[in-house]
């Protein structure tokens, strides 16, 4: 029996994958590449905000809805302009944090990574271990990720299970392609619990088969965490 851990408002209905946001009101979550004309960490970070109720999918398309909501002003101007995503010369999980902080107009961003000098820069150990502990909050995570040769990536995270003694399965939404019908995730990421900084490239994408390393990631902190969680 399959059995996961998902985070809280994902709804699946007949039209796609839906949330309740900034509105009150079941609206769409998902953002593929070419819907919004950006790249892959502006795509992860509305999926985000919706997520987080912040945020209607018509906020993003809709220029006469920046004229009522401030917040929704800042985010067009902030990200929905002249958008470049994590690749060369786009932003990093640090930047998008920054940068979505001045549109909350206090720290409710905050983004962790393996490289050193960073304000947040934990060991691989220890970012596995966040990211899980976040999800047990029932908490999206926007994971960042390198790939051997090749530009880093960045998708949201709505799910987990342990698949094994040493290994996490993360259930994501990644906006490089569609979602299959009726289903709440198009990609699965395993983390190697066990692997260090030194060890490259042991997390496993299993859309494209390949090997990548998950160094960085993004949480935005509204919710209240669960009695259980440990924050």
């Given at each position: 029996m399959f059995t996961a851990k998902f985070i809280r408002n994902i709804f699946l209905e007949a039209e796609g994958i839906r949330a309740i946001g900034r509105s009150g009101k079941m609206t769409r979550v998902f953002a593929k590449q070419g819907d919004l004309d950006g790249s892959c960490s502006i795509y992860s970070l509305m999926m985000?905000?919706?997520?987080?109720k912040l945020l209607d999918w018509e906020d993003?398309?809709?220029?006469?809805?920046?004229?009522?909501?401030?917040?929704?002003?800042?985010?067009?101007?902030?990200?929905l302009h002249g958008l470049n995503g994590i690749c060369s010369g786009g932003y990093t999980l640090q930047e998008i944090s920054d940068r979505a902080n001045k549109c909350f107009g206090s720290k409710m961003c905050e983004a962790y990574t393996t490289e050193p000098g960073t304000p947040n820069t934990v060991n691989r150990r220890l970012l596995h271990e966040l990211i899980r502990m976040y999800l047990d909050c029932r908490q999206p995570?926007?994971?960042?990720?390198?790939?051997p040769s090749e530009?880093?990536?960045?998708?949201?995270?709505?799910?987990y299970r342990?698949?094994?003694?040493?290994?996490?399965?993360?259930f994501c939404l990644d906006p490089s392609h569609g979602v299959p019908f009726m289903h709440l995730w198009n990609t699965v990421i395993d983390l190697d619990y066990l692997s260090s900084d030194n060890d490259g490239f042991t997390d496993t994408n299993y859309y494209t088969e390949k090997k990548v390393c998950v160094n960085s990631?993004?949480?935005?902190?509204v919710f209240p965490p669960e009695s259980n969680c440990p924050f």
């Amino acid at each position: 029996m399959f059995t996961a851990k998902f985070i809280r408002n994902i709804f699946l209905e007949a039209e796609g994958i839906r949330a309740i946001g900034r509105s009150g009101k079941m609206t769409r979550v998902f953002a593929k590449q070419g819907d919004l004309d950006g790249s892959c960490s502006i795509y992860s970070l509305m999926m985000m905000l919706i997520f987080h109720k912040l945020l209607d999918w018509e906020d993003m398309i809709d220029g006469e809805r920046a004229k009522k909501h401030e917040f929704v002003s800042r985010i067009q101007h902030e990200f929905l302009h002249g958008l470049n995503g994590i690749c060369s010369g786009g932003y990093t999980l640090q930047e998008i944090s920054d940068r979505a902080n001045k549109c909350f107009g206090s720290k409710m961003c905050e983004a962790y990574t393996t490289e050193p000098g960073t304000p947040n820069t934990v060991n691989r150990r220890l970012l596995h271990e966040l990211i899980r502990m976040y999800l047990d909050c029932r908490q999206p995570v926007m994971l960042g990720y390198s790939k051997p040769s090749e530009f880093g990536h960045a998708l949201v995270a709505v799910a987990y299970r342990r698949e094994a003694w040493n290994r996490l399965r993360l259930f994501c939404l990644d906006p490089s392609h569609g979602v299959p019908f009726m289903h709440l995730w198009n990609t699965v990421i395993d983390l190697d619990y066990l692997s260090s900084d030194n060890d490259g490239f042991t997390d496993t994408n299993y859309y494209t088969e390949k090997k990548v390393c998950v160094n960085s990631f993004l949480v935005i902190e509204v919710f209240p965490p669960e009695s259980n969680c440990p924050f």
